[in-house]
């Protein structure tokens, strides 16, 4: 006996297919959906070679600090060689004249300067002149007095000295002691030929520059006498006085302190430099 099916049961099955069709269709959307939301992962190509792993090496470093400048080396200035002793009238002398004033040119010798310059100091050293040997020509005109029972120093008298003091003054003491340690080797040359091979001539100059700084102000109103052909001072202590002294009091108080100013100023660069 063969069983029949009823209409019910046939539309059943359809709908079971149906349904189980959607399923599967649905299923695959979702699964195609997920693989395209995933985000691709980067992947590391290994090649394995003698059992080491080649990596790709990290990019460089780039440095953007400018390197520091090379320094700049300068090189050392050569110094001028010297002139022979007796052959640096000529060049001592140009370089006195282009430090000071016009004036100093008919003021300065042009023979044995350094020589008599080294004499002239040794002398004043002990309070002594040394007018034969001094580098610098001597002053035009006379000593005049004033007075008849009292006598003193004409003050005209002291102009003769003033174009010394403005020609000295008017040149930079670093100059001075520059030009003085350039040719202190030949100042110390000349030093060993007067007498004294053993002794240094830089005290030598310290103590003639001490001497004339000591020098006591002259009074403007100094009395003079004149027992024989020289005035002398009539004060006993002035008169006393070495004669290196008494020769710049007699310049005249203004010349006189000007000269010492400069003087002690100089006297301490040359112990510094």
Known sequence: MHNRLSPQSGRGNLLFLLAAAAIVIATGLML???????????TIETVEQAGTVERTPPPPVIDTEEPEPAPVIVPEPVPEPLPALDSSDSEVRSRLLAMSTPG???????????????????????????????PLNAPSGTFTVQGSDTLRADPNTFQRYTPYVDALTA???DALVKTYWRYYPLLQQAYVDLGYPRAQFHPRMLAALDMLAAAPLMPADAELVQPKVLYQYADPELENLPAAQKQLMRMGPGNQAKTQQYLKTLRAQLTTQ
């Open 104 to 134: 100093l040119d008919a003021l300065l010798g042009n023979e044995a300067l350094l020589r008599k310059f080294v004499v002239l100091v040794d002398n004043l050293a002990r309070g002594k002149l040394a007018p034969r040997y001094n």
């Open 171 to 173: 040149i930079p003491q």
């Open 32 to 42: 195609i959906m997920n693989q395209s939301r995933q985000t691709p992962q980067e």
